[in-house]
């Protein structure tokens, strides 16, 4: 098992090894961390992607059944049901869409960030190889005629540590950037599929039959 000292002792070693670049990275990493666990919070307490109960309102508003559309719809907890809500009372619907974009906006917001996360983190840890690289043949430089290849070596290693750092935080980040986007995505296309319902419903309301 290891110990927190050892594991503590390993990432100092490898701080001190990797330099600036991998300091930044390891910054970058605990940012990265971060964001993708509160959007995780967000996306929970929005209730992305759970969508029974404002599908069972929609199939039955889309009948004409309001009363029990507006039940359904009434014990979901999604981020959508305010919006169907005022959909099926109003038919204000430019309105309606440009404030389901502003909670489309809010959800992303973050996203872009992960994106500019995915991106550069392969460059810095190329620019920190590329600076290992330079201080590796400046020290062989400096050994003059009594070359020792594991000087060389060893530069090599501590320079592709850092794109090895750099590929480390990139890739997590660009899968978990997908799967943010690939859900807002189905959200987007269940919105605006709910919304048309709301608008447009196929039945007229139903009216209670009244006796003779």
């Known amino acids: 098992m290891i110990s927190i ?6 990432l100092t ?4 090894t990797g330099g600036p670049v991998v300091v930044l990275l ?22 992305v992607g759970r969508h029974r109960q404002l599908r069972a309102a929609l ?4 009948t ?12 979901s907890r999604s981020y959508l049901a305010p919006l169907l809500t ?16 502003a909670d489309f906006a809010t959800l992303e917001r973050g996203l872009g960030a992960l994106d500019m996360i995915a991106q550069l983190a392969p460059l810095l840890g190329l620019f920190g190889t ?34 090895a750092a750099g590929l480390a935080v990139a890739m997590p980040t660009a899968l978990v950037l997908n799967w943010f986007e690939g859900r807002m995505q189905r959200e987007r296309v269940f919105a605006n599929q ?13 009216t209670p039959v009244q006796a003779a």
Not at 13 to 16: A, E
């Open 26 to 47: 390891l910054i970058v990493s605990i940012i990265t961390l971060s964001l993708v666990l509160y959007k995780i919070w967000q996306f929970r307490a929005a209730h």
């Open 86 to 101: 005022q959909a099926f009372e109003e038919r204000d619907s430019d309105r309606i869409e440009a404030e389901t974009e």
């Open 64 to 75: 004409g059944e309001r009363t029990a559309a507006r039940a359904h719809l009434h014990q």
């Open 194 to 206: 709910a919304l048309r319902i709301a608008f447009a419903p196929a039945a007229a309301p139903q």
């Open 13 to 16: 070693q490898i701080i001190k």
């Open 59 to 62: 199939a039955a508003w889309d």
């Open 130 to 163: 590329v600076l290992g690289m330079i201080e590796a043949f400046q020290t062989l430089q400096s050994a003059g005629s009594s070359v020792d290849p594991s000087l060389l070596a060893g530069g090599i290693w501590v320079a592709l540590l850092t794109t």
């Open 5 to 10: 000292a050892n594991l503590s002792a390993s």
